[in-house]
C-alpha cells in the first residue's frame, strides 16, 4: 500500500532529477521552445517540496493536488498547467483514502493524464510529454515492480520523440525543423516516472 510520505518521497525525487537535469532540459527547449523548460521545472519543482513541508497533506490524493495547484502557481508557459492538472486530476482521482494501491495509483493516473491531453489537445505522435506518459501508464499495474517497467516505457517514449514532428505547442511552428529533437516535455515527463520507481525502490 501507498500512503501519503510514498507520494512525497516521489515528488522530492523528481524535484531531485528535475534539478540534476535542468540544464539539459533546457538545453533541449532552446532547440525547439523558449529555452526555459528547465529552469520552469525547476523552479515549480522546489515550490513544491516547500509548500508539502509546511503543510504536510495526510492522503495520497491531498499530497498530489496541493502538488498540482503550486505547479499551476509557480511554473511558466504551458509547463504549469500541463503538470498541474496531471497532478491535480490523479490527485482527486486517488480521493481521500489514507493508502493505495499500485493499481489505484495506475487507474489515477491514466485519469490525470486523459486530463493533460484534453487540456493540450494533442495525442501520441504529436512529439508532447504524452509520448512519454501514455506509454508509462500502459506499463503500470499492481505491483509497485511495475514501476520500474514505467520509468522503461517513458524513457524509451521521449526517444521515440526524436524522428517526430512536433504537431502541439510552440515546437509545432517550427514545422519540420522540429524533427531530430528530443522533446523537453516527454523528456520531463520521463523524469516524472522514473522518480516514481526511485520512491518504489525505497519503499521496498
Known amino acids: 500500500m501507498l ?59 491531498a499530497v498530489l493536488t496541493l502538488a498540482g495547484r503550486q505547479l499551476i502557481s509557480t511554473v511558466g508557459g504551458a509547463s504549469g498547467p500541463l503538470y498541474g492538472t496531471l497532478l491535480r486530476r490523479t490527485g482527486k482521482a486517488l480521493g481521500d483514502d489514507a493508502e493505495v494501491t499500485p493499481g489505484q495509483l495506475a487507474d489515477a493516473l491514466r485519469t490525470g493524464v486523459a486530463a493533460v491531453a484534453q487540456l493540450g489537445g494533442a495525442r501520441a505522435g504529436d512529439k508532447t510529454m504524452l509520448d512519454a506518459l501514455e506509454p508509462a501508464v500502459e ?46 516535455g516527454a523528456t520531463s515527463s520521463a523524469l516524472l516516472i522514473a522518480a516514481l520507481a526511485d520512491a518504489a525502490e525505497v519503499a521496498g
Open 3 to 61: 500512503d501519503a510520505d510514498f507520494f512525497r518521497r516521489w515528488l522530492t525525487a523528481a524535484a531531485a532529477r528535475v534539478d540534476r537535469e535542468a540544464d539539459r532540459l533546457t538545453e533541449l527547449d532552446s532547440a525547439i521552445g523558449d529555452a526555459d523548460h528547465g529552469t520552469n521545472m525547476q523552479r515549480g519543482f522546489t515550490a513544491v517540496i516547500a509548500v508539502l513541508e509546511k503543510e504536510a497533506p495526510q492522503t495520497p490524493g
Open 139 to 184: 506499463a503500470l499495474g499492481d505491483s509497485t515492480d511495475s514501476f520500474a517497467a514505467a520509468r522503461d516505457a517513458a524513457e524509451a517514449g521521449a526517444l521515440a520523440t526524436v524522428p517526430l514532428q512536433a504537431r502541439k505547442g510552440r515546437a509545432s511552428y517550427l514545422g519540420e525543423r522540429s524533427i531530430g529533437h528530443q522533446d523537453p
